[in-house]
């Protein structure tokens, strides 16, 4: 099982980016897509996630509104649309994959797999 998030880079504040979380090794299905990140001296914390089988999508408040979840199966990729970013935005952004079921999404503890960060820097 492989979880490769990319497309992370600098942007200034009020900028967007989009990431992407390329999963190979499971069925994408079974399965909901989190994104974490971790800022500078802080713990990581859980912002939003996209349940493959229905596309139901939930979010942080810090995310609320700014960011969204989709997905595309047929090239079993995850995505975060992120817009109106914030200096406070910056952090290393992961994505991480959960069996549907009994999970809290915003629990890194109850993921399954996990993927490796990419860098997101607002700045100008």
């Known amino acids: 099982v492989q979880l490769q998030a990319s497309g992370g880079g600098l942007v200034q504040p009020g900028g967007s980016l989009r990431l992407s979380c390329e999963v190979s090794?499971?069925?994408?299905?079974?399965?909901?897509i989190a994104w974490f990140r971790q800022a500078p001296g802080k713990e990581r914390e859980g912002i939003a996630c996209i349940t493959i089988s229905d596309g139901s999508t939930a979010y942080t408040e810090s995310a609320k509104g700014r960011f969204t979840a989709s997905e595309d199966n047929a090239k079993n990729t995850v995505y975060l649309q992120m817009n109106s970013l914030k200096p406070e935005d910056t952090a290393v952004y992961y994505c991480?994959?959960?069996?549907?079921?009994?999970?809290?999404?915003?629990?890194?503890?109850?993921?399954?797999?996990w993927g490796g960060g990419t860098l997101v820097t607002v700045s100008s």
């Open positions: 090794g499971l069925t994408l299905g079974d399965f909901a």
């Open positions: 991480a994959a959960a069996l549907q079921g009994d999970y809290d999404p915003w629990e890194s503890d109850d993921m399954d797999y």
